[in-house]
C-alpha cells in the first residue's frame, strides 16, 4: 500500500495524469513514510525543503531526511552529506561526517554524490587532497551523466591531474558540459572556440552563458 501511495503521491506532485495538487501529494507521501517507505521520507523530506504543498519546515525536512538516509535511501544519504558540509539547520558544519554519507551514497552508485565525494578530493574539504581519487569519482560520476562532474573532469584531464594530460577528452567532456547546461563550462567552451578563429562558436556559447548569469561572460561578449 505505502508503494501505491508514493507512486499517487509523485503523479499529483508533477501533474502527472491528475491535475498537479502539491497538498495532497504531501498527505500521499506522509501516509507512505509513516508505513516506513524510505523513498517517500526522502520526498517527503524535500517538500518540506522546497515548500512543496507544506510551508518550508527545516525541522521536518531534517526528521523525515534523516530516516531515510538511516533506512539506507541513496538520495537522503546525499541529502545528509550536502547538509553537513553547509550546517543546514540544527546540523553542525562537519565536512568528515559529510564525506561518510556521501560515500555511502557513491558506493550505491548516486550519481551526484559520487561529484560532491569528487569535489570534497579535489579540494582536500573534509579529506586530504587526492587528485587520483577525485578522477575517479568524477569519472563514475560522469558516465553516470552527471553534467557538473564532466566539467570538472574535463579541468583535471586538461590540467594533467590524477593522471595524464588529455586535450581530447578534455575538450570532449567540456563540449558535453556546455551542450548539458553548465555555465562554467559554456563560458570556458566559448574562449576555446574564440581561440580557434571561430568567433560564431564562441558567441553561441558565451550568449547561453549570459542567459545563465556569467558576467565575466558578458564583459566576453561585449568585447567580441
Same mark, same amino acid.
Given at each position: 500500500m505505502a508503494d501505491a501511495q508514493a507512486a499517487l503521491a509523485a503523479c499529483l506532485l508533477a501533474g502527472?495524469?491528475?491535475e498537479e495538487d502539491m497538498e495532497l501529494a504531501v498527505y500521499w507521501y506522509t501516509c507512505a513514510a509513516e508505513q516506513g517507505l524510505k523513498e517517500a521520507q526522502r520526498?517527503?523530506?524535500?517538500?518540506?525543503?522546497y515548500g512543496n504543498g507544506v510551508d518550508v519546515d527545516e525541522a521536518q525536512a531534517l526528521a523525515w531526511m534523516k530516516k531515510a538516509a538511516e533506512a539506507g535511501d541513496s538520495g537522503a544519504l546525499t541529502w545528509m552529506g550536502y547538509w553537513y558540509g553547509l550546517g543546514y539547520s540544527a546540523l553542525? =558544519? &562537519?565536512? @568528515?561526517?559529510?564525506?561518510?554519507f556521501l560515500r555511502e551514497a557513491a558506493e550505491q552508485d548516486n550519481a551526484k554524490?559520487?561529484?560532491?565525494l569528487?569535489?570534497?578530493y579535489r579540494t582536500g574539504t573534509g579529506v586530504?587532497?587526492?587528485?587520483?581519487?577525485?578522477?575517479?569519482?568524477?569519472?563514475?560520476a560522469a558516465e553516470a551523466g552527471d553534467c557538473e562532474a564532466k566539467y570538472q573532469l574535463s579541468v583535471l584531464y586538461r590540467d594533467g591531474l590524477g593522471g595524464a594530460r588529455d586535450n581530447s577528452e578534455s575538450l570532449r567532456l567540456l563540449r558535453e558540459a556546455a551542450?548539458?547546461?553548465? =555555465? &562554467?563550462? @559554456?563560458?570556458?567552451?566559448a574562449i576555446v572556440e574564440l581561440d580557434n578563429g571561430n568567433k560564431q562558436e564562441a558567441r553561441k556559447w558565451l550568449e547561453l552563458a549570459v542567459a545563465?548569469?556569467?558576467?565575466?561572460?558578458?564583459?566576453?561578449l561585449a568585447a567580441l
Open positions: 502527472t495524469g491528475c520526498e517527503l523530506a524535500e517538500c518540506y525543503f553542525p =558544519v &562537519d565536512h @568528515q561526517r559529510a564525506n561518510k554524490a559520487m561529484y560532491y569528487g569535489y570534497n586530504q587532497e587526492d587528485y587520483k581519487a577525485a578522477r575517479l569519482w568524477f569519472s563514475r551542450e548539458d547546461g553548465v =555555465v &562554467d563550462a @559554456q563560458a570556458e567552451l545563465q548569469g556569467s558576467e565575466e561572460s558578458e564583459i566576453d
